[in-house]
Nanobody, 123 residues
């Protein structure tokens, strides 16, 4: 059974950096395209970033381009979201997602979801 577990969330100051981690268990990471979604209070869930099966292609939501990077480490079945220059509007629950057939994007519905990790950006 495929499971995703996020970690690394926290309370951060504007302008700071944070790295979120996602551990996939139950199958090799290489079988999945991976990504991150987020949901802020009172808002719909939105796409943040994604990465192809071999890491050769990455995609980002416009508001995080140039600030966030996404990477994957197959040896450890891990995926990461490096978030720099954090802004209060980045405050949300961040969800790790995985899909066997489709790279996660704003218009897709990934097959697997983690439980989420809270990121709060506030001074």
């Amino acid at each position: 059974q495929v499971q995703l577990v996020e970690s690394g969330g926290g309370l951060m100051q504007p302008g700071s950096s944070l790295r979120l981690s996602c551990k996939l268990s139950g199958a090799p990471l290489g079988l999945f395209a991976m990504g991150w979604f987020r949901q802020a209070p009172g808002k719909e869930r939105e796409f943040v970033a994604s990465i192809s099966w071999n890491g050769g292609a990455t995609y980002f939501e416009d508001s995080v381009k140039g600030r966030f990077t996404i990477s994957r480490e197959h040896a450890w079945n891990m995926m990461y979201l490096q978030m720099n220059s954090l802004k209060p509007e980045d405050t949300a629950v961040y969800y790790c997602v995985a899909d066997r057939t489709t790279i996660p994007q704003a218009t897709t519905s990934p097959q697997y979801w983690g439980q989420g990790t809270q990121v709060t950006v506030s001074s």
